[in-house]
């Protein structure tokens, strides 16, 4: 393993599934936890996620804790953790741990092969899905790829999914830019690869539904993440976007002991 790898999970309310997927994680990593770090930015939980994430952090060095006091969305808090992030390879996943960690593998043979930005796909390969979304969530998600395509001009099959890995200097590029809290914040980050001149790449990933714990209210979430499909646009054609900054320098393999938080650091 020659680079250094940040993995970001965004967490609201996430105290029940998260011990399954951290551990998961730990797993994976195994002796290359000493060159990862695994950031858990709580998006202002009111249940015992940070309890959860604090006492893993105890155990385990690799794992950090951001600490917002304020439910912002799932885009704001990847935004976080990305900007914190101090990895060659930046990361995300669910905290329901719906595409195995082990796919990470896949996403980064490919960003060794030459991409910027990988999206771990569940509509490249289909018989990866081991339990699909019920139907109305995958036509709601077909309709959503539709106006991506005809509102912000991507030809993409999964936008939406919470796997995807970038390399550092066009993560930073991107989530310096992104001004989208919620869960449009995927299309918008993935719009600005498009305009940066980032390359994205597609690759097949296992894929399993978990109903229990899911945050998405798919008929109010989908018409908010239209607006923000549209808002994109407009941001864009009114230029309220800043210019992206240059990409950051090479951070040493070597990870800070504490991840800051709003106010205070993680214990």
Request: aromatic share 10%; with cysteine.
């Amino acid at each position: 393993m020659s680079y250094t790898l940040s993995i970001i999970i965004p967490a609201y309310n996430e105290a029940g599934r998260l011990p399954r997927t951290l551990q998961h994680i730990l797993s994976y990593l195994g002796e290359k936890a000493d060159i990862a770090e695994v950031i858990v930015v709580n998006d202002g939980s009111t249940d015992r996620t940070v309890d959860v994430v604090k006492k893993f952090r105890a155990q385990h060095r690799c794992i950090q804790l951001i600490d917002n006091f304020a439910n912002r969305g799932k885009g704001s808090a990847i935004r976080d953790g990305v900007l914190r992030a101090k990895g060659d390879i930046i990361l995300f996943t669910d905290a329901d741990d719906s595409t195995p960690i082990e796919d990470a593998d896949k996403l980064i043979a490919a960003i060794e092969d030459g991409a910027d930005i990988v999206i771990g796909s569940r509509w490249v390969d289909r018989d990866l899905q081991s339990q699909p979304q019920p139907w109305y969530r995958r036509l709601n998600g077909r309709v959503y790829n539709l106006l991506l395509r005809k509102v912000l001009g991507l030809d993409l099959t999964d936008t939406q999914n919470g796997f995807k890995a970038y390399t550092r200097s066009a993560a930073k590029a991107i989530f310096a830019t992104q001004k989208i809290p919620g869960w449009g914040f995927d299309a918008e980050s993935l719009f600005f690869a498009h305009h940066f001149g980032f390359l994205v790449r597609e690759v097949p990933v296992e894929y399993t539904y978990y109903a229990e714990g899911s945050k998405i209210r798919p008929y109010r979430d989908g018409a908010r993440m239209l607006l923000e499909l549209l808002l994109v646009r407009w941001y864009f054609l009114t230029g309220a976007y800043a210019k992206p900054a240059p990409p950051p320098p090479l951070f040493p393999t070597a990870f800070p002991d504490e991840v800051l938080s709003e106010g205070h650091a993680s214990e």
